[in-house]
């Protein structure tokens, strides 16, 4: 019997064995299909890619790997990034909250260190008050160009646009220019009177973007100044940050509109209706970074019906010194006094 049980199970072994192989054949031959299949569809991806990569290129059959079209396609994915970028701070630049360092219509920003950059912030029908000056304490011509390169101070007549762009006035500014070439021309700002203080922001920030100085010094153009005096006093104040010089002063704020310094927006002053502290409006210094300051937050900062009182206002709550300087009291005419008003 038990020779029998092992003839009979020897007698099974070859069925089994069959059935062993046939399983083995199917899964060798998935196998086969699978690794087929995967090849392929790497083959077809590498030809993809390469298509992909020659039509961009233009350079018809390509050799390279699939490995190096990975790794360019990616760069090029990265440089539509950069790009993207490129525009998101372009746009925040024109928005006012970076600061810009070229200008399309003056060139790049200065590398030279300069002393000071002067705005005489003047009118359309001023050609009287402008040549004036020019003969009085302002370069002209080549005069301009030295007193930069030598005293390191640079001196521009600044002027906005006609509201009705392209008429007399602008073309008689364009003309004048042409001719003595010593204006800043703000060509986003329409001349009005109570767009003043904007004015005088758009100065700032304009400077401060164009040039490298220490300081930028707004001046009214019925004012005449002394340029040595003027230097002498900013070089005394060159190693202080955030620096304000002016004639610096207070005084009621006017309700009535029928006044001639009426202020719209009184009731923000207060019960008392008296100023802070700021400096008169004929001509004020501010240091660098203040300038730059208004620069970068000019879209935000508020303008009142005075210039003066708008440029006091920007730097409350700020980290800044306040000059009292009696020599800039154009007005008072004291001993000492570098500018006078006419």
Same mark, same amino acid.
């Given at each position: 019997?038990?020779?029998?049980? *092992?003839?009979?199970?020897?007698?099974?072994?070859p069925?089994?064995s069959?059935?062993?192989?046939?399983m083995l054949?199917?899964?060798?031959?998935?196998?086969?299909?699978?690794?087929?299949?995967?090849?392929?569809q790497?083959?077809e991806?590498?030809?993809?890619?390469?298509? +992909?990569?020659?039509?961009?290129?233009?350079?018809?059959?390509?050799a390279?790997?699939?490995?190096?079209?990975?790794?360019?396609?990616? $760069?090029?994915?990265?440089?539509k990034?950069l790009s993207?970028?490129e525009?998101?701070?372009t746009a925040?630049? %024109?928005?006012?909250?970076?600061?810009?360092?070229?200008?399309?219509?003056?060139?790049?920003?200065?590398?030279?260190?300069?002393l000071?950059? !002067?705005?005489?912030i003047?009118k359309?029908?001023?050609?009287?008050n402008?040549?004036t000056i020019?003969?009085?304490?302002m370069?002209?011509?080549?005069?301009?160009?030295?007193?930069?390169?030598?005293?390191? !101070?640079?001196?521009?007549f600044?002027?906005?646009?006609?509201?009705?762009?392209?008429d007399?006035?602008?073309?008689?500014?364009d003309?004048?220019?042409?001719?003595t070439d010593d204006f !800043?021309?703000?060509?986003? =700002?329409?001349?009005?009177?109570? +767009? =003043?203080? %904007?004015k005088?922001?758009?100065?700032?920030?304009?400077?401060?973007?164009?040039?490298?100085?220490?300081?930028y010094? %707004?001046?009214?153009d019925?004012? =005449?100044?002394?340029?040595?005096?003027?230097?002498? !006093?900013?070089?005394?104040?060159?190693?202080?940050?955030r620096?304000?010089?002016g $004639?610096?002063?207070?005084? +009621?704020?006017?309700?009535e @509109?029928?006044?001639?310094?009426y202020? @719209?927006?009184?009731? %923000?002053?207060?019960?008392?209706k008296?100023?802070?502290? =700021?400096?008169?409006?004929e001509?004020?210094? /501010?240091?660098?970074?203040?300038?730059?300051? /208004?620069?970068?937050?000019?879209s935000?900062?508020?303008?009142?019906?005075?210039?003066?009182?708008?440029?006091?206002?920007?730097?409350?709550?700020?980290?800044?010194?306040?000059?009292?300087?009696?020599?800039? $009291? $154009? *007005?008072?005419? *004291?001993s000492?006094?570098?500018?006078?008003?006419?």
């Amino acid at each position: 019997m038990p020779i029998r049980a *092992s003839n009979h199970r020897l007698r099974g072994n070859p069925f089994g064995s069959r059935i062993s192989n046939l399983m083995l054949v199917m899964f060798a031959t998935m196998a086969s299909v699978y690794v087929a299949g995967r090849l392929w569809q790497e083959a077809e991806n590498r030809v993809y890619l390469i298509k +992909e990569l020659d039509g961009r290129t233009d350079q018809g059959q390509s050799a390279i790997s699939v490995d190096d079209t990975l790794k360019i396609i990616s $760069c090029r994915e990265q440089q539509k990034k950069l790009s993207a970028l490129e525009l998101e701070l372009t746009a925040a630049r %024109k928005d006012g909250f970076v600061l810009k360092y070229s200008n399309g219509n003056h060139g790049t920003y200065s590398k030279k260190k300069l002393l000071a950059v !002067i705005g005489v912030i003047t009118k359309f029908g001023h050609r009287t008050n402008r040549d004036t000056i020019r003969k009085a304490w302002m370069p002209t011509g080549l005069g301009l160009k030295k007193l930069e390169n030598e005293k390191g !101070i640079v001196v521009r007549f600044v002027i906005g646009r006609s509201p009705n762009r392209g008429d007399s006035s602008d073309r008689d500014i364009d003309a004048e220019n042409r001719q003595t070439d010593d204006f !800043i021309i703000l060509d986003d =700002h329409m001349e009005s009177p109570e +767009e =003043h203080p %904007k004015k005088t922001k758009l100065f700032f920030s304009r400077a401060a973007e164009t040039w490298d100085a220490d300081f930028y010094v %707004k001046v009214n153009d019925d004012v =005449h100044v002394n340029i040595d005096g003027l230097g002498g !006093i900013l070089a005394t104040h060159v190693d202080k940050p955030r620096v304000y010089i002016g $004639c610096m002063k207070s005084g +009621e704020v006017f309700s009535e @509109p029928s006044h001639k310094w009426y202020e @719209p927006d009184w009731w %923000k002053f207060g019960d008392g209706k008296s100023y802070f502290r =700021h400096a008169s409006g004929e001509i004020f210094v /501010i240091s660098q970074a203040l300038a730059q300051f /208004i620069s970068i937050n000019r879209s935000i900062l508020r303008t009142y019906s005075h210039d003066d009182v708008s440029a006091g206002s920007w730097f409350i709550g700020l980290d800044v010194n306040h000059v009292n300087e009696g020599k800039l $009291c $154009c *007005s008072s005419w *004291s001993s000492g006094s570098i500018c006078a008003a006419v």
